[in-house]
């Protein structure tokens, strides 16, 4: 898991746990944490991008952050789920199917 920030934003932004060991098929949910480090309300949303590129049809998020804006308060912090899997049918595939780890991305 992997999170970015533009410099001119004031929020931190971490993913809680660095990977997680899935099986295709496997529901899993991990968690992003995001703070409001100034002291006025941000808008923001969650942009995200899986990489291989080729693995990317294959991730599936139920539940997503990055679904919708969201406003964080002052000085507010708040973990985030985000619930996904791997579709078995990348096993299918003949360009994706050796791929050790899949990055996602914010």
Known sequence: FDANVDPAVPLAFKAVSPHVDVKLGERVMTFY????????PVEAMAAYNVAPHNTGKYFNK????CFETRVYRPGETVRLPVIFF????LEDDQFARDAQAITLSY
């Open 62 to 65: 139920i539940e997503c952050f």
């Open 33 to 40: 944490e995001v703070t409001n480090v100034s002291d006025h």
């Open 86 to 89: 791997v579709s078995p049918e």
